[in-house]
């Protein structure tokens, strides 16, 4: 059975940090693409950021650059997000996922192959 557990959400004041962790199990962790994406109430799905499991390589939203760094340990089949200098504009429901690409993980429309439970960040004013 996939599974994909995130941890690490919670209420931080604007200009705080978070870090985010993504606990995988279930498929070949290192032969997929893996990442974030968010989505606040009434709005689109946002990509935040991803790995790609071909070079490593990785992808940031214009609106998470410079203040969120992704980073993985394969050994440990664990993905994490370090969110600093949290805004307001940050406040979502954080989702883990893998696919074979990160152009689907990033993506408003396309469905991931895998998907976890989601964790609420909440940034205070």
């Known amino acids: 059975e996939v599974q994909l557990v995130e941890s690490g959400g919670g209420l931080v004041q604007a200009g705080g940090s978070l870090r985010l962790s993504c606990a995988a199990s279930?498929?070949?962790?290192?032969?997929?693409?893996i990442g974030w994406f968010r989505q606040a109430p009434g709005k689109e799905r946002e990509g935040v950021s991803c790995?790609?499991?071909?070079?490593?390589?990785?992808y940031y939203g214009d609106s998470v650059k410079g203040r969120f760094t992704i980073s993985k340990v394969n050994a440990n089949n664990t993905m994490y997000l370090q969110m600093n200098s949290l805004k307001p504009g940050d406040t979502a429901v954080y989702y883990c996922?893998?696919?074979?690409?990160?152009?689907?993980?990033?993506?408003?429309?396309?469905?991931?192959?895998?998907w976890g439970q989601g964790t609420q960040v909440t940034v205070s004013s």
């Open positions: 996922a893998a696919d074979v690409t990160c152009i689907v993980i990033v993506a408003t429309t396309p469905i991931p192959d895998y």
């Open positions: 279930g498929f070949t962790f290192d032969r997929y693409a």
């Open positions: 790995i790609s499991s071909i070079d490593g390589s990785t």
